[in-house]
Each structure stands twice: as C-alpha cells, then as structure tokens.
C-alpha cells in the first residue's frame, strides 16, 4: 500500500525558474519528513528534512512547505539550476522505534538552460 | 571519511540461484539498512540492523535475510531468486537506529536475473 503519494512524476523548468514537487501523506503516524536527491547510478541522497510542527524550512535553495492539517508537504527549489537535474523523492518516517523510510514514487526534474 | 560502500556493484544471475550482497556502513555507525529499488520506482524498505540485531522488516518474503556482523557490516542474501528481484538494492548506514537520525545511502548493487 503507497503511504505517500508524490506529483509530479516529471518536470521540465528553464533555467533559473521554481520548481515544486508535492506529496502527500496518509499515516499520521509519521512524524518525520526527509526528501532525497538521486543522481543516475548513484544512491539517494539527504536533501532536507522536516518535522510536522514546523510549517517551512529553508536551506540554500530549497524550501519544505509543510501542511500538517491536510497532510501535505512540497519542496521548492528556487533559481533552478541544470546541475538539479535529477530524480526527487519525498519520504516520511514515523518513531516506531527503528528507520523505515517509505518514499514516494519520485519527480524526475530536467532544468533546461 | 569514506560513504556507504556496497559490493559488488552489479551482478547477474539466473532464476532459482541465491546471492549474497554486502555493505559497510560509515566509520561510527551502528545501523544498517537495506533497501530494494525497482526502476522508475522509490526504495522499499527491506530490513533495518542495529547492534547485530534485526530492529525492523519490511513487506518482503522470507527468501530474503540479512545479518550483521560485529565491526557494523552487513549481508543481504536471497535465495530461490525470481525475475521480479532485479532491482537496485542499497543500503543505508547511520549513527543510531532512530528514525530522525539521518540515513546515508550506499550507490548500490544492481542485481539482474535472467
């Protein structure tokens, strides 16, 4: 069963332009909310992350936008650059004691000069 | 410091054979998790180990196990192998085993079966 439904599955921006994903979630459970950069033949990497009693967070470029009541989280990236091009995914964790992620279906973003 | 290494990096194999993939966490972390990443896809959680002892599994069947060893290492085998187990598999190392602790991922093995 998905718990976390990402959109949109791919994105095109030019070149100094926003780019937003979004995502939502089903379990209340979860009480904690990474997003994750994967470049091709590599792992995923920690972006930023975010915990549901804050509603923004910014570091650099990127923002989570986070909306506890309706269970929906977005990521910013402002002043897009080609070097951002890769596939993005939300996650969500709840602290049931160990770390299983569950991820969305990622957003592959292309940033065209 | 060095990442999350896995070995190998890619790997084939045939329908029924068994495998065994391997991991070392960064220097100083004590958790280690596995995950299953089929293409277009993100990674499902596999299982997660912390100090030798398996601390969480996800939806998988019980061809699929894991173990850790005492410098933080890790194994993942799968027997009985099926064409739907081609995936990337990776792991994911961090300090401790809580949830808000951050995870860093290994670039994986890809795991093709014939």
């Known amino acids: 069963q998905q718990q976390v439904k990402q959109s949109p599955q791919s994105l095109i921006v030019q070149k100094g332009g926003i780019s937003i994903i979004n995502c939502a979630y089903e379990n209340t459970a979860f009480d904690y909310f990474p997003w994750y950069q994967q470049f091709p033949g590599k792992g995923p990497a920690l972006l930023i992350a975010?915990?549901?009693?804050?509603s923004e967070k910014k570091e650099g470029r990127f923002t989570i936008s986070f909306n506890k009541s309706a269970k929906q989280f977005s990521l910013h990236i402002m002043d897009s650059q080609p070097g951002d091009s890769a596939t993005y995914f939300c996650a969500a964790l709840n602290s049931g004691g160990y770390q299983k992620v569950t991820f969305g279906t990622g957003t592959k973003l292309q940033v065209i000069p | 410091d060095a990442g999350v290494t896995q070995s190998p990096t890619h790997l084939i194999k045939t329908r029924g054979q068994q495998v065994t993939l391997r991991c070392s966490p960064i220097s100083g972390h004590k958790s280690v998790s596995w995950y299953q990443q089929v293409l277009g896809q993100g990674p499902q959680f596999i299982f997660q180990?912390?100090?030798?002892?398996?601390?969480g599994r996800g939806n998988f069947p019980d061809r699929f196990s894991a173990r850790q060893f005492p410098n933080y290492s890790s194994e993942l085998n799968v027997n009985a192998l099926l064409l739907g187990d081609s995936a990337l598999y990776l792991c994911a190392s961090s300090r401790t085993r809580m949830s808000n602790q951050p995870q860093h991922f290994g670039d994986g093995t890809r795991l093709s079966i014939l």
């Open positions: 180990y912390y100090e030798k002892e398996e601390r």
């Open positions: 975010i915990r549901p009693d804050v």
